[in-house]
C-alpha cells in the first residue's frame, strides 16, 4: 500500500547532540510537511516542500533544518537538541493538485 | 489570521450510543477546506471526513458526518453508532484555498474522545 513512512519511531539523543529524523513516501506527493507535536497539543507546522522549494514558518526555531533530495525521502535534522525539543514528529504529504494531507505515524523524540 | 476552536477538551459517549464534537473557525476567505482528523493512541493521524466549503451539502463518510454551517463558521462532527475503536484524538482543521503550493492545515487543539463499553 502507498504510504508515508518514518523512521525511527522512537529516537533517543542528549541535549546538545545533532538528530536526524526520516520520512520516506510511496505516494509521489509532491509537498511534504514537517509537525512539531508536544503531548496534548496540536499539531505544529514546522516547515514544508513544494518540490524543492524549501517554505519555513516564521517561528520555525533556527536549530531546525529540513532536507529533500528527492521526491520520495524528507528529513528533519534538529543541530543542536534542547529538552524542549522533546515531541513527536510528524510528517505529512500531499498532492499539490489535492487538499487532503496523509500522515506518518510520526517519531517521538526523547532528549536527555 | 485564520483559527479554528474546539472548545471540548474531553467527551465520552457509550458504546453504541452518537456523539457530536463541536468545532468552529474563523476566517475572511471564502474559499476553503474543513477536516476532521482521528489520531488514536497509536499516534497515527488518520483523516476521517472533509468538507469544501463551496458545497453545501454535508459531508458523510459511513459512521461519520458533519454538520457544516458556514454563515456560523462552524463545522461539527456527529459519530454515530459509536464503536470502542472511535476512541481517539480528534482533531478539526482548517486549510485556506484550494491546496497548490501552501495547502497548511491549521489544527484546532483537539478533542479526547472516550468511547465506553
Known amino acids: 500500500d502507498a504510504m508515508v513512512i518514518q523512521n525511527p519511531r522512537y529516537q533517543v539523543t542528549q541535549f546538545g547532540k545533532p538528530v536526524t529524523l526520516s520520512c520516506s513516501q510511496t505516494?509521489?506527493?509532491?509537498?511534504m510537511y514537517w509537525y512539531q507535536q508536544k503531548s496534548s497539543q496540536a499539531p505544529k507546522l514546522l516547515f514544508h516542500y513544494y518540490d524543492k522549494d524549501f517554505n519555513n514558518e516564521a517561528d520555525t526555531p533556527d536549530n531546525f533544518q529540513s532536507r529533500r533530495p528527492n521526491t520520495s525521502f524528507c528529513f528533519l535534522d534538529i543541530r543542536s537538541p534542547g529538552l524542549g525539543d522533546a515531541a513527536m514528529y510528524l510528517c505529512?504529504?500531499?498532492?499539490?493538485?489535492?487538499?487532503?494531507?496523509?500522515f506518518g505515524p510520526g517519531t517521538r523524540l526523547t532528549v536527555l | 489570521a485564520q483559527t479554528v476552536t474546539q472548545s471540548q477538551p474531553e467527551m465520552s459517549v457509550q458504546e453504541a450510543e452518537t456523539v457530536t464534537l463541536s468545532c468552529t473557525y474563523d476566517?475572511?476567505?471564502?474559499?476553503?477546506?474543513l477536516f476532521w482528523y482521528k489520531q488514536p493512541p497509536s499516534r497515527q493521524m488518520i483523516l476521517v471526513i472533509r468538507?469544501?466549503?463551496?458545497?453545501?451539502q454535508n459531508a458523510t463518510e459511513n459512521r461519520f458526518s458533519v454538520n457544516f454551517q458556514k454563515a456560523a463558521k462552524s463545522f461539527s462532527l456527529k459519530i454515530s453508532d459509536s464503536q470502542l475503536g472511535d476512541t481517539a484524538m480528534y482533531f478539526c482543521?482548517?486549510?485556506?484555498?484550494?491546496?497548490?503550493?501552501?495547502?497548511?492545515?491549521?489544527f484546532g487543539k483537539g478533542t479526547k474522545l472516550s468511547v465506553k463499553p
Open positions: 505516494l509521489n506527493h509532491n509537498v
Open positions: 505529512a504529504t500531499r498532492a499539490s493538485s489535492t487538499d487532503t494531507q496523509y
Open positions: 482543521a482548517f486549510m485556506e484555498g484550494y491546496g497548490g503550493s501552501q495547502g497548511n492545515l491549521i
Open positions: 476566517t475572511s476567505e471564502n474559499n476553503y477546506y
Open positions: 468538507q469544501e466549503a463551496y458545497k453545501q
